[in-house]
């Protein structure tokens, strides 16, 4: 049985562990998890990490080192945009919220991965 009050990955490391192919794989489930944080509105960057790890039920933990590049990947890309604003703790936060490219990669990713999981199900059940 496993532990679920540890977190199974952490991103930061497998990216650093990963051949070059693991680790686009890995990219792109990360991709995934920062647009699904931000589905429901904008998200300071602890705001997200925080939001990855609610929504994995702990088996995703985001570093900083892999979010924020991440997120200045998908800001360029026009996925996302930002903006300067005060966070809960009223320290000055970069806000990040999904534009309407960022809405259509997070559909498009959530087609592709549900494909991905299916494919992943049936070679698991295979004799």
Not at 36 to 62: D, M, N, Y
Not at 78 to 95: C, D, I, P, V
Not at 113 to 119: E, H, L, Q, S
Request: glycine share 8%.
């Amino acid at each position: 049985m496993f532990d679920t009050t540890q977190p199974i990955f952490h991103i930061e490391c497998l990216y650093e562990t990963m051949t070059d192919r693991q680790a686009n794989l890995l990219q792109g489930t990360l991709d995934l998890l920062i647009l699904k944080s931000l589905a429901l509105g904008e998200l300071h960057g602890l705001g997200v990490a925080r939001r990855v790890e609610q929504i994995t039920r702990g088996t995703f933990q985001v570093k900083p080192g892999s979010l924020f590049p991440a997120l200045y990947r998908m800001e360029e890309a026009g996925w996302l945009t930002s903006s300067w604003g005060a966070s809960e703790n009223n320290r000055r936060a970069k806000f990040y919220k999904l534009t309407a490219a960022g809405r259509r990669q997070l559909d498009a990713e959530t087609t592709q991965w549900k494909r991905i999981a299916v494919a992943i199900g049936f070679a698991l059940q295979a004799t």
